[in-house]
């Protein structure tokens, strides 16, 4: 039979035992917590150093890169490539195109040069070719830069028969203004830009292109005022200053010309893109 003195000494004892226990065993999952977060620190950076091993992995990571920055960069050498081209052939139109309208005009006396100057090939100085055809490229650049900016893209006729009627009816404006003759010049002027305008009305319809050529016009008339005022050339029977009263009218309408060419030729590049 116990013993009082054993119970009284037991119990505490035993009590004490017991918060003993707890302590430990607190202690002993804090320890275990602890080991825990430290394997998983561990882990961390090997799925780090992994994840960079991958990433350094020529067969994954600097792969992928390489193809989003190939595809950027050959989508880039494209655009140039593309733009080179519409720059050549609109620059080669422009100077066919001067060759051809200047002969006209020189042969019916309408633009005089010097005699040095009409020796050379096509009865045309040597400037104005390269000159038309860099003020046509930059025309035809101009028109869908103007339209996709502006929002309104031109889809009026928008077919390279449409294009090529657009420039007979350029020549034939431009050879009607050396071949017919009028009373008088201003006669001759309103026949031209009734003309024009139809032009842009058949061919354009757009108010971009009503306000480029205009523009267009403005700019190559004043250019073309200095130069025969500084003695590069000149033009018989003037009425406009030092041109003829006309010569706004074959400026508007080949500006329009011109920029349904380049329209053209970005319809293309963008058709090939797509595909």
């Given at each position: 039979?116990?013993?009082?003195?054993?119970?009284l000494?037991?119990?505490?004892?035993?009590?004490?035992?017991?918060?003993?226990?707890?302590?430990?065993?607190?202690?002993?999952g804090?320890?275990?917590?602890?080991?825990?977060?430290?394997?998983?620190s561990?882990s961390?950076p090997?799925?780090?150093?992994?994840?960079?091993?991958?990433g350094?992995?020529?067969?994954?990571?600097?792969?992928s890169?390489?193809?989003?920055?190939?595809?950027?960069?050959?989508?880039?050498?494209?655009w140039?490539?593309?733009?080179?081209?519409?720059?050549?052939v609109l620059?080669s139109?422009?100077?066919v195109?001067a060759?051809?309208?200047?002969?006209?005009?020189?042969?019916?006396?309408?633009t005089l040069f010097?005699?040095e100057?009409?020796?050379?090939?096509?009865?045309?100085?040597?400037?104005?070719?390269?000159?038309?055809?860099?003020?046509?490229?930059?025309?035809?650049?101009?028109?869908?830069?103007?339209?996709?900016?502006?929002?309104?893209?031109h889809?009026?006729?928008?077919?390279?028969?449409?294009?090529?009627?657009?420039?007979?009816?350029f020549?034939?404006?431009?050879?009607?203004?050396?071949?017919l003759d009028?009373?008088?010049?201003v006669?001759?002027?309103?026949?031209?830009?009734?003309?024009?305008?139809?032009?842009?009305?058949?061919?354009?319809?757009?108010?971009?292109?009503?306000?480029?050529g205009?523009?267009i016009?403005?700019?190559?008339?004043?250019?073309?005022?200095?130069?025969?005022?500084?003695?590069v050339?000149?033009?018989?029977?003037?009425?406009f200053?030092?041109?003829?009263?006309?010569?706004?009218?074959i400026?508007?309408?080949g500006?329009?010309?011109?920029?349904n060419?380049?329209?053209?030729?970005?319809?293309?590049?963008?058709?090939?893109?797509?595909?």
């Amino acid at each position: 039979m116990p013993r009082l003195d054993d119970h009284l000494w037991r119990g505490p004892c035993a009590k004490g035992t017991k918060h003993r226990s707890h302590p430990r065993a607190s202690a002993r999952g804090l320890v275990a917590k602890a080991g825990e977060m430290i394997n998983s620190s561990g882990s961390g950076p090997s799925l780090l150093a992994a994840h960079g091993a991958l990433g350094t992995d020529p067969a994954h990571g600097p792969q992928s890169a390489g193809v989003g920055g190939q595809g950027s960069s050959s989508h880039v050498n494209s655009w140039h490539h593309h733009l080179v081209q519409r720059s050549l052939v609109l620059f080669s139109v422009g100077v066919v195109l001067a060759l051809v309208l200047n002969l006209l005009q020189v042969q019916r006396n309408v633009t005089l040069f010097p005699d040095e100057v009409i020796a050379t090939i096509f009865s045309s100085a040597w400037w104005v070719p390269p000159c038309c055809g860099t003020a046509a490229a930059v025309v035809g650049l101009l028109y869908p830069c103007i339209d996709s900016h502006l929002g309104e893209p031109h889809k009026f006729k928008r077919e390279w028969a449409s294009v090529m009627r657009c420039v007979a009816v350029f020549v034939g404006i431009n050879h009607a203004s050396a071949k017919l003759d009028f009373a008088n010049n201003v006669q001759l002027s309103l026949t031209l830009a009734a003309l024009s305008l139809g032009l842009w009305w058949t061919f354009d319809r757009s108010r971009s292109g009503l306000g480029l050529g205009i523009t267009i016009a403005f700019l190559a008339t004043l250019i073309t005022q200095l130069l025969v005022y500084n003695g590069v050339y000149q033009y018989t029977s003037p009425d406009f200053l030092y041109i003829r009263s006309w010569l706004p009218c074959i400026f508007f309408s080949g500006g329009v010309t011109v920029g349904n060419i380049g329209r053209q030729l970005a319809m293309l590049t963008l058709e090939e893109q797509v595909d």
